[in-house]
């Protein structure tokens, strides 16, 4: 069966600071990869899509950057953080073609202080 | 953007009630997908109804679609204390290349 790890679970970061969150998938090959940020009692906003290695869409300007390094590994990353990065981020995954559910991980909970 | 908007924002009943949820969107979809999430957790897809159909069951779970109204809902039978959670609509829009678009949530809490 697939199962995604995502790491860490949660991160407190001081503004300036780099950051790195990862995602990896098993069971599956191909995969579309997701990072998702949600804020407190919000919907979720899509920030990178990803349908193969070195291939990076990136939804929203902002400061963050996504790479996928590995066919399921999927990485997070800013060289500077703001206070405004500090939310929920959330990877996901999908199976390629139409009519593919998202499998999500557990998410990291980023506060930046 | 959010493609979606769940309705009402936050929903209590009693166990054994049924719970009914509603999400409008705006453009042509592919198909529109229900997940379930609980605090601090992960999302958790629950059932996906494609363009062309209008209903469709999941165990206690019944959704609708009404495309010429842009609209779905979504309702939760007998309702039980393990059903507390937020339920989010998302939508795959056509051309969107299954990038999906989520909207803000309802917020259920059910009462023992």
């Known amino acids: 069966s697939q199962t995604i790890h995502q790491w860490p679970a949660t991160l407190v970061q001081p503004v300036g600071s780099p950051l790195s969150l990862e995602c990896t998938v098993e069971?599956?090959?191909?995969?579309?990869l997701y990072w998702y940020r949600q804020a407190a009692g919000r919907g979720l906003q899509l920030l990178f899509y990803s349908v193969g290695i070195g291939q990076i869409s990136s939804e929203v300007p902002q400061n963050l950057s996504a790479s996928r390094p590995q066919d399921r590994q999927f990485i997070l990353s800013s060289k500077k953080l703001l206070l405004s990065d500090s939310g929920f981020y959330l990877c996901?995954?999908?199976?390629?073609?139409?009519?593919?559910?998202?499998?999500f991980g557990n998410g990291t909970r980023l506060t930046v202080t | 953007s959010q493609q979606g908007e769940e309705d009402p924002q936050a929903l209590s009943i009693q166990e054994g009630e049924n719970a009914t949820m509603n999400c409008s969107y705006k453009t042509s979809i592919n198909n529109l997908q229900w997940y379930r999430q609980n605090s601090g957790r992960g999302l958790v897809h629950l059932i996906l109804?494609?363009?062309?159909?209008r209903e469709k069951h999941s165990g206690r779970l019944r959704v609708t679609l009404d495309t010429s109204k842009k609209s779905s809902s979504l309702l939760i039978t007998a309702s039980r204390a393990a059903d507390t959670a937020s339920y989010f609509c998302a939508t795959d829009a056509v051309n969107s290349w299954g990038k999906l678009q989520f909207g803000a949530g309802t917020q259920v809490v059910v009462t023992p």
């Open positions: 996901a995954w999908s199976e390629r073609g139409g009519d593919s559910p998202l499998h």
């Open positions: 109804i494609r363009s062309n159909e």
């Open positions: 069971g599956t090959s191909n995969p579309n």
